[in-house]
């Protein structure tokens, strides 16, 4: 297997590069590109995007606009386009020279009918489950595999970005869904199924823990950008905190996002937060609500609840997360269920 790129010894390029520009091997190409050389075989064979200087009994050699092209084809995919709309797409681009610093444009997102028993990779992975009308899909970049079941385009490019480590290209998904659609809906339709297989993924077999951690980076990012400052930024806020101890905080980036979508000035305190700084912060504020979220069980301490200063007018203190599920809370404080729930009942105590 050749594993450093090689340059083409005689041949003159068709287009005209130099005989000295260093080409790239099949498998040089691909992880270069991180996915499995066979996907690079299968875009060349159904849809022509592959090597241009490639002749029979030879073996293929990838010049740098080859792999500007193929480059081209993996964002669109991201990006929601089908396989043969994304390969004609790179095939049509006019390339940037090498003296330019142009980003490449990508085509805009559409829905494809999947071709049964292919995804956008060329590789079988859709079935239908059972006769139940569902389909059961699943992502595969670089030899990974992500299982997302009934998942729309949205959520299938984010978890292609995911496994290709494309921070970017993750980040463009989200804040593109959050624009056309909402941050409950991103959060619920785009974010948490691809976050849930990461996790299984994981959990099933040790690997892959970077993607999860990169990932929650994109999604605190895209719901921190839609996180501005509401028309009533003077009234009372909401405060959100992890608890002492605790690390895992994401849904509150998401909380704190839908609530500024309808118009709650909230004020994000971040993890692990300890008790003193949660006191301070209440008395200088005075804010209409205090959420606390634990993730596990040994950062949920109802002492802490209860130890939160009186103010004037009363805050409203509610906790978030599996972390609270059996603890025995103090009266009046309220544990928080769904997205959309939490953002009903805080909206309603912030508007008192």
Same mark, same amino acid.
């Given at each position: 297997?050749?594993?450093?790129?090689?340059? =083409?010894?005689?041949?003159p %390029?068709?287009?005209? @590069?130099?005989?000295?520009?260093?080409?790239?091997?099949?498998?040089?190409?691909?992880?270069? #590109?991180?996915?499995?050389?066979?996907?690079?075989?299968? &875009?060349?064979?159904?849809?022509?995007?592959?090597?241009?200087?490639?002749?029979?009994?030879? %073996?293929?050699?990838?010049?740098?606009?080859?792999?500007a092209?193929?480059?081209?084809?993996?964002?669109?995919?991201?990006?929601?386009?089908?396989?043969?709309?994304?390969?004609?797409?790179?095939?049509?681009? !006019? #390339?940037?020279?090498?003296?330019?610093?142009?980003?490449?444009?990508?085509?805009?997102?559409s829905?494809? =009918?999947?071709?049964?028993?292919?995804? =956008?990779?060329?590789?079988? +992975?859709l079935?239908?489950?059972?006769?139940t009308?569902?389909?059961?899909?699943?992502?595969?970049?670089?030899?990974?595999?992500?299982?997302?079941?009934?998942?729309?385009?949205?959520? $299938?490019?984010?978890?292609?970005?995911?496994?290709?480590?494309?921070?970017?290209a993750?980040?463009? +998904?989200?804040?593109?869904?959050?624009?056309?659609?909402? +941050?409950?809906? @991103? &959060?619920?339709?785009?974010?948490?199924?691809?976050l849930?297989?990461?996790?299984e993924?994981?959990?099933?077999?040790?690997?892959?823990?970077?993607?999860?951690? #990169?990932?929650?980076?994109?999604?605190?990012?895209?719901?921190?950008?839609?996180?501005?400052?509401?028309?009533?930024?003077?009234?009372?806020?909401?405060? #959100?905190?992890?608890?002492? *101890?605790?690390? %895992?905080?994401?849904?509150?980036?998401?909380?704190?996002?839908?609530?500024?979508?309808?118009?709650?000035?909230?004020?994000?305190?971040?993890?692990?937060?300890?008790?003193?700084?949660?006191?301070?912060?209440?008395?200088?504020?005075?804010?209409?609500?205090?959420?606390? &979220?634990?993730?596990? $069980?040994?950062?949920?301490?109802?002492?802490?609840?209860?130890?939160?200063? !009186? @103010?004037?007018?009363?805050?409203? @203190?509610?906790?978030g997360?599996? *972390? &609270?599920?059996? +603890?025995?809370?103090?009266?009046?404080?309220?544990?928080?269920?769904?997205?959309?729930?939490?953002t $009903?009942?805080?909206?309603?105590a912030?508007?008192?």
């Amino acid at each position: 297997m050749q594993s450093e790129p090689v340059a =083409e010894p005689s041949d003159p %390029h068709p287009t005209g @590069t130099p005989e000295s520009t260093v080409q790239l091997s099949v498998a040089a190409a691909a992880r270069r #590109l991180g996915i499995a050389p066979a996907t690079l075989r299968t &875009w060349d064979r159904r849809y022509g995007i592959g090597p241009s200087d490639h002749a029979p009994g030879r %073996h293929r050699r990838y010049s740098p606009d080859d792999v500007a092209r193929l480059e081209l084809m993996q964002h669109a995919l991201v990006r929601g386009a089908g396989p043969a709309e994304a390969a004609a797409y790179a095939l049509a681009a !006019r #390339l940037p020279r090498p003296d330019t610093d142009r980003p490449f444009p990508v085509p805009p997102a559409s829905e494809p =009918e999947p071709e049964q028993g292919t995804d =956008e990779l060329g590789d079988p +992975v859709l079935a239908d489950t059972g006769g139940t009308g569902e389909v059961a899909a699943r992502v595969r970049v670089g030899g990974q595999v992500l299982r997302l079941p009934g998942v729309g385009k949205r959520a $299938r490019g984010l978890g292609r970005a995911a496994l290709a480590l494309d921070a970017a290209a993750a980040r463009a +998904v989200l804040t593109e869904s959050i624009a056309a659609t909402g +941050v409950e809906a @991103t &959060w619920n339709d785009v974010a948490v199924p691809v976050l849930t297989a990461v996790g299984e993924r994981w959990a099933a077999t040790g690997a892959g823990v970077e993607i999860e951690h #990169l990932l929650s980076e994109c999604v605190v990012g895209a719901f921190g950008a839609a996180t501005g400052r509401p028309s009533n930024a003077g009234a009372r806020p909401v405060l #959100l905190a992890g608890m002492p *101890g605790e690390q %895992h905080t994401l849904p509150m980036a998401v909380l704190a996002a839908t609530l500024t979508e309808r118009g709650v000035l909230c004020r994000s305190l971040g993890s692990d937060l300890p008790v003193d700084a949660l006191v301070a912060a209440i008395r200088r504020t005075a804010p209409a609500a205090v959420v606390l &979220w634990s993730q596990l $069980r040994s950062t949920a301490d109802a002492e802490v609840v209860r130890s939160l200063p !009186r @103010t004037r007018p009363a805050a409203r @203190t509610f906790v978030g997360g599996p *972390g &609270w599920a059996e +603890v025995e809370l103090p009266p009046r404080v309220v544990r928080l269920g769904s997205l959309a729930e939490a953002t $009903r009942v805080i909206c309603d105590a912030a508007a008192v």
